[in-house]
């Protein structure tokens, strides 16, 4: 993003925000961990276009909690978190849970 202003212009990395919008998530009731890969390595991506972004979630949730009701947790964490920290539109945030943890059975994910 580019804010053009008197004293130059202020560009916030794809990056950036998407750290943003792994802590956020992270902190949702419901959300086990977030899944990283070498395309999201905090488990997050971000495509930025005329001041707005995009985000893709992967994360893995608790059993017991209604998918649905964290993944819409997450999307308004991620919405609010970024708009007030960034100043930037939030179009959409697809959460994608890659996989359930059932407590006391699957083993603890690895540190």
Do not use: F, K
């Not at 943003?20 to 395309?39: D, E, K, S």
């Not at 971000?46 to 985000?55: E, I, K, M, N, Y």
């Amino acid at each position: 993003m580019t804010d053009p202003t008197d004293r130059g212009p202020t560009r916030i990395a794809p990056e950036a925000v998407a750290r943003i919008c792994a802590r956020a998530a992270r902190q949702v009731a419901g959300v086990h961990a977030l899944v990283g890969v070498p395309a999201r390595p905090h488990g997050v991506a971000v495509r930025l276009d005329d001041h707005a972004a995009s985000v893709d979630v992967d994360v893995v949730t608790w059993y017991g909690r209604p998918v649905p009701t964290v993944a819409d947790a997450i999307r308004d964490a991620v919405i609010g978190e970024v708009e007030a920290v960034t100043g930037l539109t939030v179009r959409e945030v697809t959460v994608t849970v890659d996989d359930v943890v059932v407590p006391g059975v699957d083993p603890p994910a690895p540190a």
